[in-house]
């Protein structure tokens, strides 16, 4: 039972470009949503974060938006650059519980 | 100096076999946790300790088992160890145990049973 799903599993997008990768989800408990950064052989580093009770945060070139009525999320990249190329987790989480629920994630290219 | 450290960074080992995996973590954090990516690439989680107390355990087979000795430090023990193991294993940390709480990870180590 895939509670958040990524179902893009590979993006490609020109430097400079807007990257824009989705996630959606089912469990309308889910009230903190959080995406991730993964590069080749090492461990998943933390990137933005947002809470149901916001419809969109921004940090620098990162920007999560979040449409809780359609149970959808989306981080957009902008300007896109070749270091962002990576694998991206989707993660959501309920207020009171201690798990946290990691999508399957979208693999990114930025070409030079 | 490593935030979340786990050894080995890879492992291949026969089935039938027992194997530990070490983690380690210098935040000072509370929450500790063993997560797994399988082949479909999704990132499961396993078990979590806070305070070396076990607050999640998610099913996993009773062949893997959590050990914290101490808040610092949680290792998985395997036992008879199948192919179906086989997967990348991330040790990670957070300040709380509330799920929304950024988590550090460790880079993984690499399980391959043959």
């Known amino acids: 039972d895939q509670q958040v799903k990524q179902n893009s599993p590979s993006l490609s997008v020109q430097e400079g470009r807007i990257s824009i990768l989705n996630c959606d989800y089912t469990?309308?408990?889910?009230?903190?949503f959080l995406w991730y950064k993964k590069y080749p052989a090492e461990g998943p580093t933390f990137l933005i974060s947002i809470s149901s009770i916001k419809d969109k945060n921004e940090d620098g070139r990162f920007t999560v938006f979040l449409n809780k009525s359609a149970k959808h999320l989306s981080l957009h990249i902008v300007p896109s650059q070749p270091g962002d190329s990576a694998v991206y987790f989707c993660?959501?989480?309920?207020?009171?519980?201690?798990?946290?629920?990691f999508g399957a994630g979208t693999r990114l290219f930025v070409k030079a | 100096d490593t935030a979340v450290s786990q050894t080995p960074k890879y492992l291949v080992t026969q089935m039938g076999n027992d194997k530990s995996i070490k983690c380690e973590q210098n935040?000072?954090?509370?929450?500790m946790y063993w997560y797994k990516q399988d082949s479909k690439k999704f990132l499961k989680i396993m078990f979590s300790y806070n305070n070396k107390e076990l607050i999640i355990n998610e099913t996993v087979p009773n062949r893997f088992s959590p050990k914290s000795p101490d808040k610092a430090h949680l290792n998985l023990h395997i036992n008879s160890l199948e192919l179906g193991d086989s997967a990348v294993y991330f040790c990670?940390?957070?300040?709380?145990?509330?799920?929304?709480?950024?988590?550090?990870f460790g880079q993984g180590t690499r399980l391959t049973v043959v």
């Open positions: 935040l000072g954090h509370d929450t």
């Open positions: 469990n309308s408990m889910f009230d903190y």
């Open positions: 990670a940390s957070s300040r709380t145990r509330s799920g929304g709480t950024e988590a550090f």
């Open positions: 993660a959501a989480s309920e207020t009171g519980g201690f798990k946290t629920i």
